[in-house]
């Protein structure tokens, strides 16, 4: 059974940072490519990042230079590293696996 599991989520000000970790289970880690995506209230779920098995990574434009994706294929997580946070960076993050997500974590940016 796949199951995936994010923590890391919390309330910071503009230009702080979060950490978010998605451990996984059921699945071959290492042969996956693994993604995070991002639902804030009222608007549609949207893609954040995506890292391939091989390392190689994507993001949004919006988030690209801020968060970095990356993968640990010992622990079988995936994490999120997100910096200079901005209040349009508030919504729930989701773990994906192709059809597989998570349950989400709440990240809340504001004064």
């Known amino acids: 059974q796949v199951q995936l599991e994010e923590s890391g989520g919390g309330s910071v000000q503009p230009g702080g940072s979060l950490r978010l970790s998605c451990a996984t289970s059921g699945i071959n880690f290492a042969l996956s490519a693994m993604a995070w995506f991002r639902q804030a209230p009222g608007k549609q779920r949207e893609f954040v990042a995506t890292?391939?098995?091989?390392?190689?990574?994507s993001y949004r434009e919006s988030v690209q230079g801020r968060f970095t994706v990356s993968r640990d294929n010992f622990k079988n997580t995936v994490d999120l590293q997100m910096n200079n946070l901005k209040p349009e960076d508030t919504a729930v993050y989701f773990c994906?696996?192709?059809?597989?997500w998570g349950k989400g974590t709440l990240v809340t940016v504001s004064s």
């Open positions: 994906n696996h192709g059809l597989k």
């Open positions: 890292i391939q098995r091989n390392g190689e990574t």
